[in-house]
């Protein structure tokens, strides 16, 4: 069974924008992970975020989370075309959860 | 240097087959992990490794599936007589950390099975 949920499903935007995903958990975390799959590099990890972190950044990345809320967003600013991708969160010490996932596509 | 490989990286067994995948962790990773995906979800953890042992095989689906890591290097996740529900892509991650805070999994780039 999946974590949580990623909204939105699917979304399609111009190079150039910004792309905002969010991710919402149902339990207690130690830290959260932000993974992109496409077909070319397979699924590869981005950023964590401890749970005593309110956001990162990591180059055009920035993860926010909010423990009250139980969820987190990642931004991805200045989107190129090679960011197009799938985007999870994962919560877990060894085993990872997964949600459901992100579809963007950015547009040339 | 070299990342997780897994073979085959596609795979087409009829129903009712064996079949058995395979995973080369980062050289010398301690952890492995096997997470099964299907079409346009996020993968599912199935079972993970320390070293040789299997401390964790909570997700796998059924008796069908078994996994082992005998020499804590190579891992092998064999499904007996496959069904056509089984058919996902399998990933194989692993990791070298041995800390109590998190893990960055490094994973393969899958196995595609396809049961007919």
């Known amino acids: 069974s999946q974590q949580g949920e990623e909204d939105p499903q699917a979304l399609s935007i111009q190079e150039g924008e910004n792309a905002t995903m969010n991710c919402s958990y149902k339990t207690s975390i130690n830290n959260l992970q932000w993974y992109r799959q496409n077909s070319g590099r397979g699924l590869v990890h981005l950023i964590l975020i401890r749970s005593n972190e309110r956001e990162k950044h990591s180059g055009r990345l920035r993860v926010t989370l909010d423990t009250s809320k139980k969820s987190s967003s990642l931004l991805i600013t200045a989107s190129r075309a090679a960011d197009t991708a799938s985007y999870f969160c994962?919560?877990?010490?060894?085993?990872?959860?997964f949600g459901e996932g992100t579809q963007l596509t950015v547009n040339p | 240097g070299a990342g997780v490989s897994q073979s085959p990286r596609y795979k087409v067994a009829k129903r009712g087959q064996d079949v058995a995948l395979r995973c080369d962790p980062i050289s010398g990773h301690v952890s492995l992990f096997w997470y099964q995906q299907a079409l346009g979800q996020g993968p599912e953890f199935l079972t993970y490794?320390?070293?040789?042992?299997?401390?964790?095989k909570s997700g796998l689906p059924s008796d069908r599936f078994f996994a082992e890591r005998p020499e804590g290097s190579v891992s092998t996740l064999k499904i007996q007589r496959t069904q056509q529900e089984d058919s996902a892509v399998y990933l194989c991650?692993?990791?070298?950390?041995?800390?109590?805070?998190?893990?960055?999994?490094?994973f393969g780039p899958g196995t595609r099975l396809t049961v007919t």
């Open positions: 490794f320390q070293n040789e042992a299997q401390l964790d």
């Open positions: 994962a919560t877990g010490r060894s085993r990872l959860t």
């Open positions: 991650a692993s990791s070298g950390r041995v800390q109590l805070t998190f893990y960055e999994q490094y």
